[in-house]
């Protein structure tokens, strides 16, 4: 079974930054896409970035500039660094994992905090 474990959050200055990172474990097929979606307190969870295996990235808009996604396919890892933090980019971040080819999973992690507070 697939799991995801998320790792970085914590507590940061507005303009500092944070990185985090998720590695899957339980692999035992390519996945697809990896991504990052954070959820505040009483807000949908919204998407962030994502990252195709062979390296294609999309943001969201919020997060252009100044977040950057990255993945080690070897390690069934992928970061996200996130630069020039905002109090609004506050939130639990997940990490998610995708497969679209049989067998297809859909995984995501149990999240990790990220506060922005002077």
């Known amino acids: 079974q697939v799991q995801l474990v998320e790792s970085g959050g914590g507590l940061v200055q507005p303009g500092g930054s944070l990185r985090l990172s998720c590695t899957a474990s339980?692999?035992?097929?390519?996945?697809?896409?990896m991504g990052w979606y954070r959820q505040a307190p009483g807000m949908q969870r919204e998407f962030v970035a994502s990252?195709?295996?062979?390296?294609?990235?999309t943001y969201g808009d919020s997060v252009k500039d100044r977040f950057t996604i990255s993945r080690d396919n070897a390690n069934n890892a992928v970061y996200l660094q996130m630069n020039s933090l905002k109090p609004d980019d506050a939130a639990v971040y997940y990490c998610?994992?995708?497969?679209?080819?049989?067998?297809?999973?859909?995984?995501w992690g149990q999240g990790t905090q990220v506060t922005v507070s002077s």
């Open positions: 998610r994992a995708e497969r679209f080819s049989v067998p297809k999973f859909d995984v």
């Open positions: 990252i195709a295996r062979r390296g294609t990235t």
């Open positions: 339980g692999i035992r097929f390519s996945i697809d896409a």
